[in-house]
């Protein structure tokens, strides 16, 4: 079991950025992958980017794609979402998870039913 904590949300104006932290703690693989998803109100959620642990590969949502950036750091087990350029449609409770990856298929780190451990999420508002 992993255990998952996000920080850095927060209400930021449209055109700013953000910086997004999940802190890992308990058993992690090589074979993991750590995830960003997002959740808006009255919406289903949906994929953000993703990150393979062992060779850093990354995926991204095109929503997202040249404005955001997902990157970890192995010696303190913690993934980064860097959003810049940020919409008001941004808007989302932003969760962290993780789970083992045996496909470099974009459809399988995109779907939440991949993901066997989540974070309590963090809310980003951006004001238009």
């Known amino acids: 079991q992993v255990q998952l904590v996000e920080s850095g949300g927060g209400l930021v104006q449209a055109g700013g950025s953000l910086r997004l932290s999940c802190a890992a703690s308990g058993r992690t693989f090589s074979t993991y992958a750590m995830g960003w998803f997002r959740q808006a109100p009255g919406k289903e959620r949906e994929f953000v980017a993703a990150?393979?642990?062992?060779?850093?590969?990354?995926y991204y949502a095109g929503s997202v794609k040249g404005r955001f950036t997902i990157s970890r750091d192995s010696a303190k087990n913690t993934v980064y979402l860097q959003m810049n350029s940020l919409k008001p449609e941004d808007t989302a409770v932003y969760y962290c998870?993780?789970?083992?990856?045996?496909?470099?298929?974009?459809?399988?780190?995109?779907?939440?039913?991949?993901?066997?451990?989540w974070g309590q999420g963090t809310q980003v508002t951006v004001s238009s």
């Open positions: 990150i393979r642990w062992s060779e850093g590969s990354t």
């Open positions: 998870a993780a789970g083992e990856f045996y496909s470099i298929s974009y459809y399988y780190y995109a779907a939440p039913g991949s993901y066997n451990n």
